[in-house]
C-alpha cells in the first residue's frame, strides 16, 4: 500500500484496549475472534490499580467489560467518570468501542442516558429478539430475528439519544444498541462461551446460588440445551464486531522515499 505521498505504508495489527472491572472477567468469544484478526490486546484491570488509557491514540479499539458494580459507582470505583470519559472519546473520533453488560450501563451514561439500578435481573441462557434495525446491522445481521446468549446482569439503562435499538427482551428493553458506526452495547454477555460459562460457575457458585437457585444444580441440563447456539451466536457477533475495527496506517520512512 501507498501513502498520498507515494511512500509505503505498514498495516499495524490492530491495537484493542481492554478495560477488566473485575478480576478473571475472560473475553471468551471476543478473544478468539480477536486473535483470528492478529490483534493486539493491552489489559487495562482498573479493580486493580485504577490506571486507564491515557489517551485514545495508542488505540483502534476499546472494550469495556462487565463487572459486578454499576455504572454509577464513583465513590467505590473512583477511575468510572474518567471510564466514562475515556469511552465518549474514543466514540465521538470514530473508533470502534464495545461494552459489555457493565460496560454497556457505562456507555450508556457516556452518552448522556440514566442508569436503572436493580429493576432487570437476568440469570443465565436466554433469547434476545432482534429489532427490524438490528436485522439490518452489522453486528446483528446474520442471527435472524432472535438468538439464545447468556446474561448475568441486575441493571439496565435508557436509550441514549441519537442511538439505535438493535435488540431487546421482556426483561430489558435495550439489550443491545448502536451510536454512529461502530460504538455498540450490549446488556448481554455474547463473549461468555462455554469455557467463559464454566468458570463462572467454578468462581462464584455461592452468588449464582444465591441469584439463580437451582442454575448450577441444572447447569449439565441447560448446557447440553442452550450452550451450542448461544457460543455459535457470541462468536458471529464478535467477529461482527472486529470487523469494524479501523486500523491506523503508519507511514514507514526509508532512505528510498527519504
Not at 509505503?8 to 481492554?18: D, S
Not at 439496565?156 to 448502536?178: D, K, M
Not at 444465591?210 to 442454575?215: C, Q, S, V
Request: net charge negative; proline share 4%; hydrophobic share 45%.
Amino acid at each position: 500500500m501507498v501513502s498520498s505521498r507515494g511512500r509505503p505504508y505498514q498495516e499495524e495489527p490492530m491495537r484493542v484496549a481492554v478495560i477488566e472491572n473485575m478480576r478473571n472477567t475472560g473475553l471468551g468469544a471476543l478473544a478468539a475472534a480477536l486473535d483470528e484478526a492478529g490483534a493486539e490486546i493491552e489489559w487495562f484491570r482498573v479493580w486493580q490499580d485504577g490506571i486507564l488509557p491515557l489517551d485514545i491514540s495508542g488505540h483502534d479499539a476499546l472494550v469495556v467489560l462487565g463487572g459486578e458494580q454499576s455504572a454509577l459507582d464513583d465513590e467505590t470505583h473512583p477511575y468510572l467518570p474518567e471510564l466514562v470519559r475515556l469511552t465518549r472519546r474514543f466514540g465521538d473520533a470514530g473508533k470502534a468501542v464495545l461494552g459489555i453488560c457493565l460496560g454497556s450501563q457505562i456507555l450508556a451514561r457516556a452518552y448522556g442516558a440514566d442508569n436503572h439500578l436493580g429493576i432487570a435481573c437476568e440469570f443465565g441462557w436466554h433469547g434476545i429478539g432482534v429489532t427490524a434495525e438490528g436485522r439490518a446491522d452489522p453486528l446483528l445481521s446474520a442471527l435472524g430475528g432472535e438468538f439464545t446468549i447468556f446474561e448475568w446482569h441486575a441493571d439496565t439503562f435508557s436509550l441514549p439519544e441519537g442511538a439505535i435499538r438493535i435488540a431487546s427482551s421482556p426483561v430489558a428493553e435495550n439489550q443491545a444498541f448502536r451510536i454512529g458506526r461502530a460504538v455498540y452495547g450490549t446488556q448481554f454477555h455474547f463473549e461468555a462461551n462455554s469455557a467463559v460459562v464454566a468458570q463462572w460457575k467454578a468462581e462464584f457458585p455461592d452468588t449464582i446460588a444465591r441469584i439463580a437457585p437451582g442454575w448450577l444444580e441444572n447447569h449439565a441440563e441447560l448446557a447440553a440445551r442452550h450452550a451450542g447456539a448461544a457460543d455459535a451466536a457470541g462468536l458471529a457477533i464478535a467477529r461482527a464486531w472486529v470487523s469494524l475495527i479501523e486500523r491506523q496506517e503508519v507511514e514507514m520512512l526509508s532512505q528510498a522515499s527519504a
